[in-house]
């Protein structure tokens, strides 16, 4: 157990295997929970060795009607660890339920046994999965309270509560509100394990996670490499599918700074771990070629780019749908977009197709978006902000899409209210609230923008500049803000400050984008066509 704590699990395995071999020499009936027990330590060392299935052998033996409830209890709780890692969240959930409640019901366990609040973070964890972030608040709060009143803030455990709620947290795009916990996690972890502690990779993992939501793209990719670069050199190096999700991850942030190749070849590695280890229409696939369909776009492959988001439409309707219908409807809806956007109604979609361009706005799709999200603005609560501020920021986007401009501003004006009203209000971090708003008035000048009206959008995209310089990390909409600002200005036939813009969006956008990038490359060119003039 001591080797296993500190990491070294083939160790720690020797010394079970000794034990199971020394009681098994004994009489098989005085020993039978010691034995029970031995199989159950080998169970939860293969699992952290990345031997999942040796793993479940072991634990079902430690499992039978003669088991004490502690030792089922700790069974239980290991298959479930087991479950969750391969993202079966539902066998997960069974299992640390089972646990649970012999911890509650016949051990009868003390209200604040460090025991119960690794149960209730367990739960809680799945239920962030499962998207059921009032069953994952409840039971990870439970976790927090017995955690704080009945042992040291320093425990492992508690650390891992602080990654489930930094979890949570960014699965609401509450990001900052995500890194204050996670870092509180890394803290911890650092101070108790090795550097090559497979702990400290998930909290990395999670850590950039929370930078990618917030657009920091330098951070995001640091930690993601951090965290892969651990795992590898840790105990559990053999965890393919750990190392997969990790990589897929780091393949999202390289398709985000504009690194199509690179992203590819990191994408084509988690693939081929998974179709190796998972099964045939697990839930894990559905994401993978959604990134892969994101890639060929980038590339301007659309054909391929269709074809996978098929593939993930296909995955999703036997493995998604079943559980998470809005997810499903949100995959669903992605193909049916790109369809009509590409190839128009009426065109009929062909894997043969080539020299595709993209058609027009397509009215029909604008109106049901629409639709949908004023039913959907009906259903949330009015403390949902920052989902109520993104659904009418969508609003926004579609009617200035259509060229209704005073439907656009009506839906802008709801925005500033809310801005106005909360300001200073506990329900949101006010960072949050003014990143949310950063994007709205750029969203707003590009309005004024459109009609010519100058004058007003470069004092909005000026509101926006001045929210996203307040920020404590930059944004990466900086760039495109401060390039605005220059193609306004150059509208007003002041080239001097055009010019200047245009270099401080060219400055922002290399410290996040390679040179081929196609942002970078739209800012020097427009550069390159004013100094012809100067």
């Not at 993601?224 to 990790?246: G, H, M, N, V, W």
């Not at 369809?339 to 020299?355: A, E, L, Q, V």
């Not at 200047?500 to 956008?509: G, I």
């Amino acid at each position: 157990m001591i080797s296993r704590d500190k990491g070294d699990y083939q160790t720690s395995l020797k010394y079970h295997e000794l034990a199971l071999k020394n009681f098994n020499q004994i009489n098989i009936y005085d020993q039978h929970d010691n034995i029970c027990f031995q199989y159950a330590s080998l169970g939860s060392t293969y699992h952290l060795l990345g031997n999942n299935d040796l793993a479940l052998k072991y634990l079902t033996m430690a499992i039978n009607d003669k088991s004490s409830p502690s030792l089922l209890s700790l069974a239980y709780n290991q298959i479930g660890i087991i479950y969750r890692g391969k993202g079966e969240f539902r066998l997960a959930l069974e299992y640390f339920q089972k646990t649970l409640n012999i911890e509650e019901e016949i051990l009868k366990t003390n209200k604040y046994a460090p025991v119960l609040a690794t149960m209730h973070n367990n739960i809680g964890e799945i239920y962030v999965h499962l998207d059921d972030d009032d069953n994952a608040i409840k039971h990870l709060n439970q976790a927090l309270e017995i955690r704080l009143k009945g042992t040291v803030s320093t425990h492992t455990d508690l650390a891992a509560i602080y990654n489930n709620l930094g979890m949570l947290y960014n699965n609401k795009n509450a990001h900052r509100k995500a890194l204050e916990m996670l870092e509180k996690a890394l803290e911890i972890d650092t101070n108790l394990f090795d550097e090559n502690h497979e702990s400290l990779s998930v909290t990395h993992y999670n850590i950039s996670g929370a930078y990618l939501g917030m657009g920091d793209l330098a951070k995001a990719v640091y930690h993601s490499e951090t965290a892969l670069r651990i795992q590898l050199r840790s105990q559990a190096r053999d965890d393919q599918l750990i190392i997969s999700k990790y990589q897929l991850h780091l393949g999202r942030i390289q398709l985000e700074l504009g690194n199509f190749t690179k992203a590819l070849k990191i994408a084509e590695k988690a693939l081929n771990i998974q179709l190796k280890y998972l099964p045939d229409n697990h839930r894990d696939f559905t994401y993978t070629y959604l990134l892969f369909s994101n890639i060929h776009e980038k590339e301007g492959n659309i054909i391929k780019a269709i074809e996978y988001l098929e593939k993930s439409e296909d995955i999703a309707r036997i493995s998604i749908l079943p559980y998470n219908r809005a997810e499903y409807d949100r995959i669903q809806l992605e193909l049916k977009t790109w369809k009509t956007n590409y190839f128009g109604n009426g065109k009929k979609y062909s894997r043969s197709s080539k020299n595709i361009t993209c058609a027009s706005d397509n009215t029909d799709l604008q109106d049901c978006l629409i639709s949908n999200h004023l039913q959907e603005l009906e259903k949330i609560s009015p403390l949902q902000l920052q989902k109520r501020i993104g659904l009418l920021h969508s609003l926004v986007s579609l009617y200035s899409r259509k060229e209704n401009y005073p439907m656009a501003i009506k839906y802008l004006d709801r925005i500033h209210s809310i801005y106005t009203e909360h300001i200073s209000s506990a329900l949101i971090d006010r960072q949050e609230l003014e990143d949310l708003m950063a994007g709205v008035y750029y969203s707003e000048s590009r309005i004024y923008y459109r009609q010519k009206n100058w004058i007003m959008s470069l004092n909005i995209l000026n509101k926006a500049l001045d929210l996203v310089l307040k920020q404590d990390t930059e944004n990466q909409m900086l760039a495109e803000i401060y390039y605005a600002i220059g193609l306004t200005y150059s509208h007003l036939f002041d080239l001097s400050m055009a010019i200047h813009n245009v270099q401080l969006a060219v400055q922002t956008a290399r410290k996040y984008f390679s040179n081929d990038h196609p942002s970078l490359e739209k800012y020097l060119t427009q550069l390159s066509i004013w100094n012809v003039r100067m």
